[in-house]
């Protein structure tokens, strides 16, 4: 038999595309990031040095009402820059919101598209900017092949949490599905991320400690992910102490700027870890459950990251014992397990302080759903880092210890 030149190149290509760099990994952030108290007063400077020209601003519509866009909308227009407002979010932005962000993009001719909010409409944002180009259902485009986009993009947040500025996945409810889509790829990840903690002083109380849980969630799932790089665990490890530290200040007297700063930073710091390792299956039951119970991210995510983190303490002791560490309860009389519990009791303790629910009792779960929820659960992008592997029997296991509200034996 004869082999040619060209099936040998065929054949060591194939081989080559099958393996992984070893120890190699790709980090994204945004060209540009601005934070300080008052730097919104850098906006229409910074727009102008990424040669826009004419912007679409996107918001929530209650962040509009408030006036929290007012200062934004002043420095693009004593830059001489051109404006349209979209303010019609309202909740977790969906196909239908997606659909009108991106007629209203055509019809105005923006450059940018620049996203002021929460993490609602910092995906929405995300979304209107580049998925409004592409053909095709929102499920086409979860694993991470959108990789350009003809208009700039960035994100103002106005809370601390989503991490939504400097990531590379943005999730839209997909309303003929009605399924939550975690839509990935490098042209998602804003060109800009101004990060002012003075838009956050008048968040309340509920969504601050929620959304300061989401980013805690970010952290440590990203932190264990199998797909963790030294880069994005140190960002994650910082994210931890952070957030252990500055959230029940933050929740607590939302008006110490310090904390809210040091809230937002952490925030960003986890979005970085996570856009770059991932993350796990506290996120992919989260969709789930969100959208089909209408349970917001952060109070989901509370709920279940202590019961996610015992299961996957099996596979990741060593690095759940650190980030008891970084949370500051871990202790150097403590073995490694004696950590791990304690970072999981210790989430649990914050969770519980900051006036977040412990468990799924309060949501109507039909116990026939749960098998759904898992087979649903196991098809999210997000599973894809989890460091444990994992089948859909296990994850209905978790669902029913989660709406009992009762951790795992040794964590109790």
Do not use: W
Request: net charge negative; hydrophobic share 45%; proline share 4%.
């Amino acid at each position: 038999m004869t082999v040619s030149q060209a099936d040998v190149a065929a054949i060591v290509q194939q081989t080559l595309t099958q393996y992984r760099p070893h120890r190699g990994f790709t980090f994204r952030s945004p060209a540009v990031t601005v934070t300080g108290g008052y730097c919104i007063n850098q906006l229409g400077d910074v727009l102008k040095e990424l040669g826009a020209s004419n912007v679409l601003l996107v918001a929530d519509k209650q962040v509009y009402q408030l006036g929290l866009t007012a200062s934004c909308e002043a420095a693009i227009k004593l830059s001489g820059l051109s404006l349209t407002l979209f303010t019609d979010i309202t909740g977790e932005p969906d196909s239908d919101c997606l659909k009108s962000g991106n007629d209203i993009l055509k019809a105005c001719g923006a450059d940018f598209v620049l996203g002021v909010g929460g993490g609602s409409a910092l995906d929405a944002a995300k979304a209107i900017a580049v998925i409004g180009d592409y053909q095709g259902k929102l499920t086409d485009y979860q694993v991470g092949g959108i990789a350009s986009r003809r208009v700039g993009l960035g994100a103002i947040p106005t809370t601390a949490g989503t991490g939504s500025e400097v990531t590379d996945i943005t999730v839209i409810k997909d309303l003929a599905l009605g399924i939550k889509v975690p839509v990935k790829g490098p042209a998602l990840v804003p060109d800009m991320a101004l990060i002012d903690p003075t838009l956050m002083l008048g968040v309340p109380a509920e969504i601050t400690a929620a959304t300061g849980i989401d980013a805690l969630t970010h952290a440590i799932e990203a932190y264990i992910s199998r797909f963790s790089n030294p880069l994005s665990k140190a960002y994650a490890y910082h994210a931890i102490e952070a957030i252990s530290k500055a959230l029940p200040v933050a929740a607590g007297y939302g008006k110490d700027i310090d904390k809210r700063y040091d809230m937002a930073v952490a925030a960003y710091k986890a979005g970085l870890a996570f856009s770059n390792a991932g993350l796990g299956l506290t996120h992919a039951i989260s969709h789930q459950v969100g959208a089909r119970y209408h349970l917001a991210h952060g109070v989901a995510n509370a709920i279940l990251l202590p019961y996610v983190m015992a299961f996957n303490a099996l596979s990741c002791e060593a690095e759940l014992a650190e980030v008891a560490n970084a949370l500051g309860v871990g202790r150097d009389s403590m073995t490694p397990r004696e950590r791990c519990r304690a970072a999981v009791l210790a989430v649990r303790q914050l969770v519980m302080d900051l006036g977040l629910p412990t468990s799924l009792a309060d949501v109507d779960i039909a116990k026939r759903d749960i098998p759904l929820l898992a087979e649903q659960a196991m098809k999210d992008i997000c599973l894809q880092g989890n460091p444990r592997d994992v089948r859909p029997a296990q994850i209905s296991g978790l669902l029913q210890q989660v709406i009992s509200g009762t951790l795992p034996e040794g964590y109790c």
